[in-house]
C-alpha cells in the first residue's frame, strides 16, 4: 500500500459528492388589467365572427398564461395554431350540433352517436393530451405524449364501467388507473415521466367523500321531511296559500343546500386527486409537489362565482387570474441535478381535432393545474 505526501493511501477514491437537490416553484406574474383587456377583445372579436375568432382567442388565453408561468427562470411557450384550432373546433361543434338537433327531431340517430361518441371518447382523449403536450413547450423542448388510442380503452372505458358496474367502489381505482395512463405516458427530452401510485391512498378520500355524501342525503331527507311537515301543518291553519308558499321555498332551500354539499364533496375529491397525481409523479430524478388545500379552493371557487354573477361576467379575467396565482404557490419540482439535461425536440405536428372535441364535450382530463 502507498501513501501519497498527505497520508491518504493513494487507490482510495475521494466519496462522491452528493447530488444537490433544489426545490423550485412556478411563478406566475400575471396581472388582472392586463389579462382584462386580452379577454375583452377576445369576447368582442368572437361575437362580431360568430365565433370564428375562437380559436385565436384561445391560442391569446393560453400564451398569455403560458407566457407569465416561469419556473427556474425560464418561462412556459404554447405553440398551437389558431387554424389548426379552428379546424379541429369545427369538427367538435358540428358533432355537439348534430347531437343537439337529432335529440329533437331524430332519437335513434342521436342514440347512434352518443354510442359512438363513447367507443371513441378514449381515442379522442388521447388525441387531445397529444396535441396540448406537442403545443406545451419550456425552455425551447416540448412535451410529448406516445401512448396509443387502443391503450386508452381500459382506463378510461373499461374502468369506467366497472366504477359504474360496482356503484362507484371501483372508482378510486379508476381514477389511480387514468392518471398513471396520462402521466405515464407523458415524455420531455430524453426522459420519461413515471408514475407510482397508491390504491390505498386514492381510497382514503374516496371514502371520506363517500361518508360526507351519505350523510349530505340523509340530511336532506330529514330537512325535506320536516319542511313538508311544517307545510302541510301551515296549510291547515292558512286558507290564503301562504303554508304552500312557504313549503315550496324550504323545498327549494333543501335542494340549494344538497347541491351545495355535492359540489363540496367534488372539489373535495378533485384537489385531494390532483395531489396525488402530481406527489405521485417523476420525471428522472426530479419529483412534483402539489398542495392544494380543499377549504382554500372551496373559498376560491365559491367567492369567484359569486363574483361573476354579481359583475354579469366582467370578473372572470380576475377569478382566472387569481386560481392560476394560487395553484402556482401550491406547486413545486424538487429539481435533482441539472435541469440543462434535457435535449431539444421539435415536433410538435399533430392535428387539434381531439383537443378541441375534449373541449366541446366537456370530458377533459384533469391533472389538477
Known sequence: ???????????????????????????????VGEYFGIWFVNLLLGIVTLGIYSAWAKVRTERYFYGNTRLAGSSFDYLADPIAILKGRLVAYAVVISLALS??????LYAVILLALGALMPLIIVLGLRFRARNSAWRGLSFRFDRTGGAAYGPFLGWPILSALTATLLYPLMKLRQHE?????????RQRF?????????????????????????????????????GVVAGKGEANGAGGAALGVGMVAALLLLYAGMFGVGIFLRVKFANLLWNSARLGPHRFESTLRVRDMLWIYFSNLVAIVCTLGLAVPWAMIRLARYR???FAVWVE?????????????HGATGAELVDALDVGVDLGF
Not at 10 to 22: F, K, M, Q, Y
Not at 341 to 348: K, L
Request: proline fraction near 6%; hydrophobic fraction near 45%.
Open 328 to 330: 402556482a404557490a401550491h
Open 1 to 31: 500500500m502507498f501513501e501519497g505526501e498527505s497520508g491518504t493511501p493513494e487507490h482510495v477514491s475521494a466519496a462522491p459528492a452528493e447530488t444537490p437537490v433544489v426545490r423550485q416553484q412556478p411563478e406566475f406574474s400575471g396581472r
Open 103 to 108: 335529440s329533437h327531431f331524430l332519437p335513434l
Open 194 to 230: 413515471v408514475y407510482a401510485g397508491d390504491a390505498g391512498r386514492y381510497y382514503l378520500p374516496y371514502l371520506i367523500a363517500l361518508g360526507i355524501g351519505v350523510g349530505l342525503m340523509v340530511l336532506f331527507f330529514l330537512v325535506f321531511g320536516a319542511v313538508i311537515a311544517a
Open 337 to 349: 441535478g441539472n435541469l440543462e439535461e434535457f435535449v431539444r425536440d421539435n415536433e410538435r405536428d
Open 181 to 189: 395512463f396520462v402521466v405515464a405516458g407523458h415524455g420531455f427530452g
